[in-house]
């Protein structure tokens, strides 16, 4: 089969390697879609912590099952996939927090991934695709972790949500948001993608960073009361650190974006909010289900995200740039025949 490895950063190489063989526990798919996302884009820039190289990226997928050895699922049946490949005996498997493994195996982190034409992966780790087309499939893992940032943060209807980053992670994260009944502020330096939030996914105020006084526009939209939950999604250090004064006294702030760093806040002004600070990883059974019957009902419009498509073979050629925000990338997507 073809297969497309990231062999150093910032190169890729397409290479023949052999169709993968069924063995226990295990389903092999027919890789249909292959979402292309953050941590696939920085592992080609060489800024992914917990990376190794060479590697095969992909991990927001959606297949085929060609073979399989469980009662649940049937051959030809369109799946997608939990790509955080758990022990099921460590601490955190063991009280139900199966996205923060001890010795988690992410799809295209850890291990090689989907940019393949065949893939072998835990049959536990299947989700039904409960009708839902291969596109939308391929999508359900970015906005799962959106997801499970809102549940980590306990979002309540009329809550004040700020979302740091426009990307397809924070993206996600103001859909859910916005479904648990909160009002959404979107904050980036990107025109584009915040435009996008306002007439694709209904956020009523955005805010630029680079070109508006972030502090007082917050003030504004909240009524002085500043965010009660902020959800950082962009992973980079100088806007982690500058949220924490976004906060409202008694507020939570949830980091979902990933970055090398050490990050620092003032611990007095943390501490006279009482304020929580906390992280979120992956995404939960529980966080791919809610995805796919929000999906189903209606409440996202997948469709929406995906604006640059190509042809697997065209990938190497293509890739570098997604990278330039110029372009206009909010979730390029590939195929395979």
Known sequence: MNTLV?????????QEAPQPEPISGHTILKIRRIGICGTDLHAFEGTQPFF????ILGHELAG?????DSAEFSIGEAVTIIPYFHCGKCIACRSGKTNCCTTMQVSGVHVDGGMVEYLSVPSHALIHGDGLSLDELALVEPLAIGAHGIR????????????VGAGPIGLGAMEFARIAGAKVIALDINDTRLTFCGEKIGVAYTINGLTENVTEKLYDYTDGDMPTVIVDATGNLRAINT????????????LVGLQKGEISFSHPEFHKREATLMSSRNATRADFEHVIK???????DPAAYITHRVDFGQVKDHFEDWLNPANGVIKAMVSID
Not at 6 to 14: E, M, R
């Open 6 to 14: 990231c062999t150093t950063p910032g190169h890729f190489s397409y």
């Open 52 to 55: 190794n190289y060479p590697r």
């Open 64 to 68: 085929e099952i060609v073979a399989s």
């Open 152 to 163: 980590r943060g306990s979002v309540q209807e009329g809550e004040t949500v700020l979302i």
């Open 243 to 254: 949220a924490f004064g976004y906060l409202a006294h008694g507020g939570r702030y949830v």
């Open 294 to 300: 929000c999906m189903k009902a209606g409440y996202i």
